[in-house]
């Protein structure tokens, strides 16, 4: 068989100039498209590597923050609880001291209110027994009591001495309206006599006396004179008595509930001291 060099020889050619053109047209573009492809793909790989870094970081700082989260809460949830119990005890503390307190005031207010009600009951038995021996005195008083009375305070006028005589003297001498002496009973005249006589031989001068009858007083005879008295009458133990007793029932209560001190009342001659009247010795005072 006979070989047709012009023939190969164009097929050859024409093998070539195909190859090139594939290479040209299609080979070529491929690769470049296939490079393309790669880097694209390279790219989209590493931003997802990046992506997948920071998703990792962000996880990693969720989990973190989320774990300090639980560590803050269960902290404070602790805090809150103890602070909690805490204040439950003070509450509770506070509680059992106001009670305490308040059970204190009460029997301390008790104990007061007892006190007081025995104090009134006393005092008014006190009271009650010495309007009792008052109106019992009263209504025992007779003339010839009072008479004996004025011989009394007749004896203790011509029996005043010393500061007490000279301090009634001098009132009855400045005073300018009569002396006024006041007994329960209206007075004889011959006892009436014997009282000016016994003042005007005490006191050396002629002594106005304007005689009075109080029907409050019991079985007494007071004489005043510018401020100053003296007198007797039983009246005036019975309140000598009657402050004695006072003063212990102010004593007894006086740790409880302190009472007002009572006004000093102008001091009289005589009677209203009950220790000169005991000693039967007068006295006279402002």
């Known amino acids: 068989m006979l070989i047709d060099w012009f023939t190969v020889g164009a097929q050859a050619l024409n093998f070539l100039i195909l190859v090139w053109l594939l290479k040209h ?84 207010a008790l104990r007061n209110d007892q006190a007081r009600l025995g104090t009134e009951i006393t005092r008014t038995a006190k009271e009650e027994v010495f309007a009792i021996a008052r109106k019992t005195l009263a209504d025992l008083a007779t003339a010839s009591l009072e008479e004996r009375v004025g011989a009394v305070f007749t ?56 005689f009075e009858t109080a029907p409050d007083a019991i079985c007494g005879i007071e004489l005043a004179a510018n401020g100053q008295k003296i007198g007797w009458s039983i009246a005036d133990y019975l309140k000598s008595l009657d402050r004695k007793v006072g003063a212990l029932l102010d004593a007894e209560v006086k740790p409880e509930a302190q009472p007002p001190p009572e006004a000093k009342a102008a001091p009289k001659l005589g009677p209203a001291n009950g220790a000169a009247v005991k000693a039967g010795a007068p006295a006279v005072a402002k």
Request: aromatic letters at 4%; charged letters at 35%.
């Open 155 to 210: 004896r203790r006028l011509r029996e005043l001495n010393g500061k007490a005589k000279e301090t009634l003297g001098a009132a009855l001498k400045a005073s300018s309206e009569p002396a006024l002496l006041q007994s329960a009973f209206d007075l004889p005249a011959e006892q009436r006599a014997t009282i000016q006589n016994a003042l005007n031989e005490t006191f050396s001068a002629e002594i106005r006396v304007r």
């Open 25 to 108: 047209f299609l080979y070529k573009p491929i690769l470049n498209a296939i490079d393309t492809r790669k880097k694209d793909i390279a790219a989209q790989l590493a931003d997802a590597q990046t992506k997948k870094t920071e998703a990792q970081k962000e996880h990693d700082d969720f989990q973190s923050k989320n774990k300090a989260f639980d560590e803050q809460r269960s902290a404070l949830l602790a805090k809150a609880v103890g602070e909690a119990k805490t204040e439950r005890e003070r509450l509770l503390d506070e509680a059992r001291k106001a009670a305490d307190n308040l059970r204190d005031v009460q029997a301390t």
